[in-house]
C-alpha cells in the first residue's frame, strides 16, 4: 500500500537538500526527504513485491542498488469472494476483495481456485480482482482462493472459499 518512511543510507548525497530522488524498484518514492549527506527518507510509493531495490538518484545520479535484502510489500491478502460457488465447467465471473493486489493492473496480481490459476484475472484495485474461474475437477469440494501479486502469494483465508 506504500506510504512507509524507509531511510536510505549511502554517500555523497550533497551539502545541502539538492532534490534527491529516491526509488523503490523502478517507482519513484511519494517523496524523498533529504537528510544530510549520508542520508534520505523514502516515503515508499505504493506497490507489490519482495526483496525490491532501494536506490537514490541525486544531481542526476542514480546510486547502485545496495547489496542484500531490499524492501518488501506487505503480501496479499484474500478477505472474501462473491460468489462462492459456480459450474464445475469454469466460466464463472467471481470478485475477489481483499488487499494489497497493486497499485496498478501492471502489478501482475494471478488469482488461483485451489492450485489452479483461474482462466483470466483482471485487476481492478488495490483491492479487488475479477477471476474467470477454471474447469474443476470435483463437485462439492470447496477450494481455497488465493491470489500472488508480483510472484507473492496471499495466505490461505478459510472464509474465501470456491466451490
Known amino acids: 500500500a506504500g506510504g512507509l518512511p524507509v531511510t536510505i543510507t549511502g554517500s555523497s548525497f ?10 523503490v524498484g523502478a517507482t519513484r518514492c511519494k517523496r524523498t526527504l533529504y537528510v544530510s549527506d549520508t542520508s534520505l527518507v523514502c516515503v515508499t510509493p505504493p ?14 545520479q542514480r546510486s547502485a542498488a545496495a547489496g542484500g535484502a531490499g524492501f518488501g510489500y506487505a503480501p496479499p491478502r484474500v ?7 459456480g459450474p464445475v465447467g469454469g466460466g464463472a465471473r467471481v470478485t475477489v476483495f481483499g488487499r494489497n493486489f497493486g497499485r496498478t493492473g501492471a502489478a501482475r496480481s494471478v488469482a488461483y481456485v485451489g492450485p489452479l490459476a483461474c482462466r483470466n484475472t483482471t485487476w481492478v484495485s488495490d483491492r479487488e480482482v ?9 463437485l462439492y469440494v470447496r477450494h481455497p482462493v488465493t491470489v500472488r501479486t508480483e510472484g507473492v502469494p496471499s495466505p490461505r483465508e478459510p472464509r474465501a472459499q470456491y466451490a
Not at 475479477?130 to 470435483?138: F, I, K, Q, T, W
Open 14 to 23: 550533497g551539502d545541502a537538500d539538492t532534490d534527491p530522488v529516491g526509488f
Open 47 to 60: 506497490g507489490g513485491g519482495r526483496d525490491l531495490p532501494v536506490e537514490a538518484e541525486v544531481g542526476g
Open 79 to 85: 478477505l472474501y469472494l462473491e460468489p462462492t460457488e
Open 130 to 138: 475479477l477471476c474467470v474461474s477454471p474447469r474443476g475437477a470435483d
